[in-house]
């Protein structure tokens, strides 16, 4: 990686990181289209790393969100129970599936969610008082 | 996760999101595992988004809760609409 694309990759992870912590959104529906779009990385290999992301960033939040007693750690665990199952499911089917595929189911989740928020964001909206 | 945890298990909102993302570490990791097994993650790539997105995080969170929320949300849906269009469309 040139210093320029370690920089722009480092800015990229900023925003990710405000977005998700604002919306409480997966950082992966702007990380993945960031490294297929800008550095050219499969769709196997962004989804992958995306995941991998993730990781560190949960913890972050995890040990904020403890020190205000807000993690229920046992239940937390059973959700791991079926969420493991399903995770190694979903990634063997990601990985069985050709990469332009992926690339257009992911892209119409995209375009899906991001609908789904121009619909909230216009509700959310308090209406103009004619006076 | 987080509307079946308030609803199933009388968690409060802030409750739910702090526990279901506990979860996600070991969801998300064994996922990322699955894939490192394929060669399909990119550790240097990772590293450096996971650099900006610690940073990012509190910074970003206060800074855009001073904001209008639901232009805010009009401005990310139509990015997302757009990117993803783009990734249909190439």
Known sequence: MSAELIVITILAGVIVGAMSAFFGVGGGLLMVPFMVLALGETQHVAEGTSLLVIVPTAVAGVIAHNKRGFVDFRLAAWLVVGGVVGAVLGARLALGTAGPLLRTMFGVLVVVVGVRFVYQGLKARPSIDPG | ?90
């Not at chain 2, 995080?57 to 209008?68: F, M, S």
């Open chain 2, 1 to 90: 996760m987080v509307p079946l945890l308030v609803w199933l298990c009388d968690q409060g909102q802030h409750q739910a999101h702090a526990t279901s993302l506990a979860a996600i570490i070991a969801i998300a990791g064994v996922a990322a595992i699955v894939f490192a097994q394929d060669g399909s993650v990119d550790v240097r790539v990772g590293a450096t988004l996971a650099v900006g997105a610690l940073v990012g995080a509190p910074l970003g969170a206060r800074l855009l809760a001073k904001t209008d929320a639901g232009r805010v949300r009009i401005a990310f849906g139509v990015l997302q609409v757009i990117v993803g269009l783009v990734l249909v469309l190439q």
